[in-house]
């Protein structure tokens, strides 16, 4: 598995994952770590090829289990459902992803890194969608707070500056 996914083989660990975890899962257990480890991978391995249809299920389960066990701030499940959000993102389920992305906001409060993500995703997931204005309004205000937190000629800054005039350039705000 090491050999497939240094060689960059993703279709083929895919395969060789998806193969594996129905006789883990009658081995061990569904519950069990091995199959939980092996579930993780092949989500992982999934979302690394692109494959986020298949992903998102797996990613799912993942969450609801970890969830169950260890409660909504754990960070585990966070990420789980983080990665779940993005592979809404990627299938163009944009008020799934923005529900998702919703949800796990609050947790990342002294994550400012990921918490900028999210909220950027959230931004450009609303223009997406169609609600200009709220967009721009949430990538205005993350443009506010980045430019607080990391100066005004971070990266992050500048792109939220160039999408925000993009925006204007376009006229889809009065």
Not at 2 to 21: C, F, H, M, P, Y
Not at 51 to 76: H, I, K, S, V
Not at 117 to 122: A, G, K, L
Request: charge should be neutral.
């Amino acid at each position: 598995m090491k050999r497939l996914l240094g060689e960059g083989s993703l279709t083929q660990a895919v395969d060789l994952l998806g193969g594996i975890l129905p006789a883990a899962a009658a081995e061990h257990g569904e519950r069990s770590p091995v199959v939980r480890i092996l579930r993780k991978q092949y989500a992982s391995t999934l979302m690394d090829d692109g494959q986020y249809r298949r992903a998102l299920p797996e990613l799912r389960r993942l969450a609801e289990d970890r969830g169950a066990e260890a409660g909504p701030a754990d960070p585990q499940f966070l990420q789980f459902r983080y990665d779940a959000a993005l592979c809404l993102e990627q299938l163009g389920e944009t008020a799934a992803a923005l529900v998702e992305f919703r949800a796990v906001l609050p947790y990342y409060e002294r994550d400012l890194a990921r918490a900028f993500d999210i909220r950027r995703r959230i931004g450009l997931l609303l223009l997406a969608a169609g609600e200009h204005t709220a967009g721009q309004d949430e990538l205005q205000r993350l443009l506010f707070d980045a430019e607080r937190a990391y100066g005004p000629y971070h990266a992050l800054p500048v792109d939220l500056r160039r999408s925000l005039d993009h925006q204007r350039q376009l006229g889809q705000r009065p």
